[in-house]
């Protein structure tokens, strides 16, 4: 607990730092993220409905690279219909396209992160171009559904130590525990497996709204987890539930 107030300390005050540099470019929507982060970390106490229980196993299920015309309305469905949130980390230009997938995205009590606007080597790109990619996609989030995300993801899961240290404070970088590998196999039932064996307490999945095979895969894997005792939440929702390692790299504040 003292470790995480003190992390909280910090990443504040450095966060506040960087608001006078901020301020002197063109960065409203990060400093309105900036001000978002800060009111979730003064209200990190874990709320009553979300207090651990013991007993209780938990696990993120998260989407990548939608919104798709058609397999994020597919996923959405049976999210919903098996009352399991998860989070998608969207791609923004794709979600110009379908504002209204965002929507219901939104309306399923599941989270929306983002991931980049065109979807880009975050350690590739200069600090002007990072900026521009991760601004580009929050709005595009924002103009769909009235709210900034909180997370992101970094696609391939990499980004370059200056643009990470410039948005430390500012949204949260989620990576993932455990590779659904949905991406390189078309057979669902691999998939169920990889992710089955795979999940622990507390774990975070990688899936993808791209593919018809992580579609055929997800009622089995829900219902597996919920045999086994899991609940599903968002990633928001799993960080204020962890007491963190502060090894643990895809909470980075
Ligand atoms: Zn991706």
């Known amino acids: ?4 107030r003190f992390i909280i300390i910090f990443a504040v005050i450095a966060g506040i730092c960087t608001v006078p540099a901020a301020c002197a470019g063109n960065l409203t929507v990060i400093n309105k993220i900036y001000k978002i982060v800060c009111d979730i970390e003064s209200g990190l106490d874990k709320p009553e409905d979300l207090k651990e229980k013991p007993e209780k196993k938990y696990i993120a299920l998260t989407f990548d690279d939608g919104p798709h015309p058609k397999y994020t309305g597919e996923i959405v469905n049976i999210l919903t219909e098996k009352n399991a949130p998860a989070t998608f980390f969207i791609v923004g230009d794709r979600a110009e396209l379908h504002p209204t997938l965002l929507r219901r995205i939104k309306k399923a009590n599941c989270e929306l992160g ?9 350690s590739k790109i200069s600090r002007n171009e990072f900026i521009s990619q991760m601004e580009k996609c929050s709005q595009a989030i924002y103009n769909a559904t009235g709210e900034y995300p909180k997370v992101y993801r ?3 899961g990499r980004i370059s130590k200056a643009n990470e240290q410039y948005i430390d404070g500012k949204m949260k970088k989620i990576l993932w525990t ?3 590998h949905d991406w390189n196999t078309p057979d669902k039932n691999k998939i ?15 899936m993808h709204d791209f ?5 055929e895969a ?3 894997i829900i219902d597996e987890l919920k045999k086994q005792g899991y609940e599903f939440v968002t990633v ?16 980075i504040n």
């Open 178 to 180: 455990v590779d659904s």
């Open 236 to 251: 928001s929702e799993l960080i204020k539930l962890w007491e963190l390692p502060e090894r643990m790299e895809y909470f």
């Open 154 to 156: 970094p696609p391939f």
């Open 192 to 206: 169920v497996r990889q992710v089955v064996s795979s999940a622990k307490n507390k774990a975070i999945i990688l």
């Open 1 to 4: 607990m003292k470790i995480r």
């Open 211 to 215: 593919y018809s095979q992580s579609v």
């Open 218 to 220: 997800l009622p089995d």
């Open 114 to 122: 983002n991931h980049t606007y065109n979807h880009v080597d975050l």
